[in-house]
């Protein structure tokens, strides 16, 4: 009897498997920055640097100390883990991440660390940071779903990244943020899972 294969998960990290944006913007720059008028769910596009009036190279240092110095006391985002409690086995899974290479071993460690227990593999295309050299490949997103590996449902919370994905005809869902208002909730991603749950059950009864 052959064994039917599994359905593979790409998950984003960041705000997608943690809230690091929320952290960041309530611990870290809200206590610095008493005048900001600005409420997280108020950040309609990320980076959030020209609503917080900002360069861009700023914020993400600010972002980038943040990270080295609280990531790995991010929480995992809960209603995520109980899914992957009860349902992560019916699936393979891996992370799909831009996070800077500064950081990396970091982000990895984190996922590791909450969802080790069903994450398979961790690809990175590491967003550009100033004077940080690495060779071009991948570059984004794209280029690892070209490359690499080419998974059965993809989930980002960033529009441009989804449409990567599609590009390369890859299911995707855009997860609801601040900043991607016309995604879709957990409900919808948890229901498609589901669906892809039931097409593989339905394919071992008739292998």
């Given at each position: 009897?052959s064994?039917?294969?599994?359905p593979?998960?790409?998950?984003?990290?960041?705000?997608v498997m943690?809230?690091?944006?929320?952290?960041?913007?309530?611990?870290r720059?809200?206590p610095?920055?008493p005048?900001?008028g600005?409420?997280y769910?108020?950040l309609v596009?990320?980076?959030?640097?020209?609503?917080?009036?900002?360069?861009?190279?700023?914020?993400?240092?600010s972002?980038?100390e943040?990270?080295?110095?609280?990531?790995?006391?991010l929480?995992?985002?809960?209603?995520?883990?109980?899914w992957f409690?009860?349902n992560?086995?019916?699936?393979r899974?891996?992370?799909v991440?831009a996070?800077?290479?500064?950081?990396?071993s970091l982000s990895?460690?984190?996922?590791?660390?909450?969802f080790g227990?069903?994450i398979?593999?961790?690809?990175?295309?590491?967003?550009?940071?100033?004077?940080?050299?690495?060779?071009?490949?991948?570059a984004?997103?794209?280029?690892?779903f070209e490359?690499?590996?080419q998974?059965?449902?993809?989930?980002?919370d960033?529009?441009?990244?989804v449409?990567?994905?599609r590009?390369?005809?890859?299911?995707?869902?855009?997860?609801?943020?601040p900043?991607?208002?016309s995604?879709?909730?957990?409900?919808?991603?948890f229901?498609k899972?589901g669906?892809?749950?039931?097409?593989?059950?339905?394919?071992?009864?008739?292998?």
């Amino acid at each position: 009897m052959s064994q039917v294969r599994l359905p593979l998960i790409a998950w984003d990290v960041d705000d997608v498997m943690n809230d690091l944006l929320r952290r960041w913007f309530e611990d870290r720059w809200l206590p610095t920055h008493p005048e900001c008028g600005l409420k997280y769910e108020e950040l309609v596009e990320n980076p959030p640097h020209n609503q917080l009036g900002v360069p861009l190279d700023d914020y993400l240092q600010s972002l980038d100390e943040y990270r080295m110095g609280k990531y790995l006391a991010l929480e995992p985002n809960p209603i995520l883990l109980k899914w992957f409690e009860t349902n992560g086995a019916a699936f393979r899974h891996i992370v799909v991440t831009a996070v800077p290479l500064l950081t990396a071993s970091l982000s990895a460690k984190w996922v590791f660390q909450h969802f080790g227990q069903w994450i398979r593999g961790f690809f990175l295309a590491p967003s550009p940071r100033a004077e940080v050299l690495f060779p071009g490949y991948p570059a984004n997103k794209r280029d690892i779903f070209e490359t690499w590996i080419q998974p059965d449902l993809f989930i980002d919370d960033s529009a441009s990244n989804v449409q990567q994905a599609r590009g390369c005809h890859i299911e995707s869902i855009l997860l609801k943020k601040p900043w991607s208002a016309s995604g879709d909730g957990w409900d919808v991603v948890f229901e498609k899972l589901g669906r892809l749950k039931e097409i593989r059950l339905n394919a071992d009864e008739t292998v």
